[in-house]
């Protein structure tokens, strides 16, 4: 019997499972796919000579976290590549703004917008450099983070207090126009807030913008060498050096609870593994506790709180193999690992705009992925494997560019959308369609065929709009991995802080499980308060 069961093998359960083996527990991961790594995936699906990944493709969080930098993960084969700049984000007109490592080349960029505006980013780039590590440290450490958020604020207050804690809070459109007298600026932190689900004009975009931009200045947009499942074989080959076990093929049905307690889980095939002293769920949180524990172990009011759960944005994915580089009218986007494609702030807005009145949009925003740049062994030379994403809504009711898609991702649906998307990446790169040798099209029910965690192509695990985040993750009241059934504890993107390829929801499990077996008396206390909250007395 192991110590400890982890219901999935994405990062965060992989991260989870590794420091429960470090602290000497046996441990056994159970995988519903045929092979580990959830969103962290890399396939030859498109054309066999060349290496495209499934999902995730940059990692600036990784390449920050303390917590995978603990790992030492380069010791059990992990490399990291970076293209010659980390972002660019053209406009048709011709010109470009470039998010480089070195922090001369994207002021220069954005002078090119408007005189001044590189010092305006060497501003931002100051505030960063005062506040990074205990920003890291308050991001990346279970929440509430005390001892960390006690030294932000103090470093807060020392750059510009109450004034700077308004800036990060702002929508980044209006972060955008305080800053910057040009749109360049404007436009990296606009386009990396809508990594996430957060659009132009939403409380908080400004902040996570600038955190992001901040990220790739910093640590730049690395990727594996050799696709992106190479950092999920780093994780399963130092999880076998410590003894744990990753187990593939075997979809968990349930959790199994005995008086109020997380024993073990079932598996669909019938078979019941049982758990000496934990379960870790690297699992979507509605899965976990309508399906996996049920009703009856989870309060009432938790229930209710599920109904308001709101998930992030739909994706839609495009893969390429490319028989050349893409033909960018703009100098610098040839040298970009990631290119952003939107005509301008208006034209993010109006995207945004059409997702929130449930249409597709008619010039989606694109995240541009040029891998083989990034990564030479991705493909042959002179060629390029790429891919493009954008979002879409979940609930589709019409479509803005009026080509009939009706969100049932049929193959209709899928090529319309893919001639679409290709369409968006010719206004800035004419010729680009010339250049295709294949492409694969990844709608958002196949994201969640391949990854059942990616409810609809929902990609963090739930929106990271403020409502939704710190106490408010993943329903209000909580922020912790702790569960309302003793043992069990939630390590997934759901959690605290969020997603993004960093493990800290897994590290923050692991600890919690570890932390409740040395204090068996807060297991104890845990299931009282269970009790009382299901008999209807305030907790």
């Known amino acids: 019997m192991p110590d400890a069961v982890v219901i999935g093998a994405g990062p965060n359960g992989l991260v989870a499972a590794n420091l ?28 066999p000579d060349f290496v495209n990944d499934l999902f995730s493709s940059f990692y600036p969080l990784a390449a920050a976290s303390p917590i995978l930098s603990a790992l030492r993960l380069q010791d059990h084969g992990l490399r990291w590549s970076h ?25 220069d960029s954005l002078d090119a917008f408007a005189p001044g505006d590189g010092a305006a980013w060497r501003r931002l780039w100051d505030l960063w450099d005062t506040i990074r590590s205990d920003l890291l440290g308050a991001l990346f450490t279970p929440f509430p983070p005390v001892r960390a958020t006690t030294r932000l604020a103090l470093r807060l207050r020392a750059a510009g207090g109450l004034r700077t804690a308004r800036s990060l809070v702002l929508p980044v459109r209006r972060l955008g126009e305080e800053e910057f007298r040009g749109e360049g600026g404007r436009l990296l932190l606009a386009g990396n807030a809508l990594h996430a689900d957060l659009t132009p004009e939403s409380a908080g ?18 990727v594996p060498v050799g696709g992106s499942g190479a950092l999920t074989e780093a994780l399963v080959r130092r999880l076998a050096a410590h003894g744990g076990e990753v187990r593939c093929g075997e979809r968990v049905a349930a959790v199994a609870v005995r008086d109020g307690r997380a024993v073990g889980v079932r598996t669909a095939g019938g078979e019941t593994v049982p758990a000496r002293r934990a379960v870790l769920a690297d699992v979507a949180v509605p899965v976990l506790y309508r399906e996996l524990v049920g009703p009856e172990h989870v309060p009432a ?42 005509d301008g702030m208006d034209e993010l807005t109006r995207f945004a705009a059409q997702i929130a009145m449930h249409q ?5 925003f694109a995240l541009f992925g040029q891998m083989t740049l990034s990564d030479p062994v991705r493909s042959p030379r002179g060629t390029e494997s790429a891919w493009a994403y954008t979002h879409v809504p979940h609930d589709i009711r019409s479509d803005a560019g009026d080509e009939g898609i009706t969100g049932d991702w049929g193959p209709a649906d ?22 295709i040798r294949a492409r694969r099209v990844l709608a958002p029910p196949t994201l969640q065929e391949l990854d059942a965690n990616l409810l609809g192509g929902a990609i963090n695990g739930g929106t990271t709009a403020m409502h939704q985040q ?12 702790e569960t309302p059934v003793a043992g069990l504890f939630l390590a997934s993107a759901g959690a605290h802080p969020g997603g993004g390829v960093h493990g800290a929801p897994g590290a923050n499990a692991a600890r919690a499980a570890l932390r409740a077996h040395r204090a068996p008396g807060l297991v104890r206390a845990q299931r009282l308060l269970t009790r009382r909250d299901r008999a209807g007395h305030p907790v």
């Open 20 to 47: 429960l083996a470090d602290a000497g527990w046996s441990v056994q991961v159970l995988e519903e796919q045929p092979e580990p790594g959830g969103a962290v995936r890399h396939d030859r699906g498109v054309d």
């Open 83 to 107: 293209a010659p700049h980390v972002l660019a984000h053209p406009l048709s007109d011709g010109r470009c703004a470039v998010l480089d490592r070195h922090l001369d080349t994207t002021a």
């Open 205 to 222: 975009s400004g902040g996570f913008g600038w955190l992001m931009s901040m990220l790739g200045q910093t640590y730049g947009f690395p």
């Open 301 to 342: 009011q938790l229930m209710e709180d599920l109904r308001r759960f709101q998930w992030d944005f739909a994706t839609y994915k495009v893969d390429w193999a490319l028989d050349g580089p893409v033909p960018w009218q703009a100098e610098q986007a040839r040298r970009a690992g990631t290119v952003h494609l939107a």
């Open 360 to 364: 597709v949009p008619d010039r989606p």
């Open 414 to 435: 899928q090529d319309r959308m893919a001639d679409r998307v290709e369409r968006q990446v010719e206004r800035f790169a004419p010729g680009f369609r010339s250049r």
């Open 470 to 481: 710190l106490v408010f993750r993943p329903v209000p009241g909580t922020g912790r991995p």
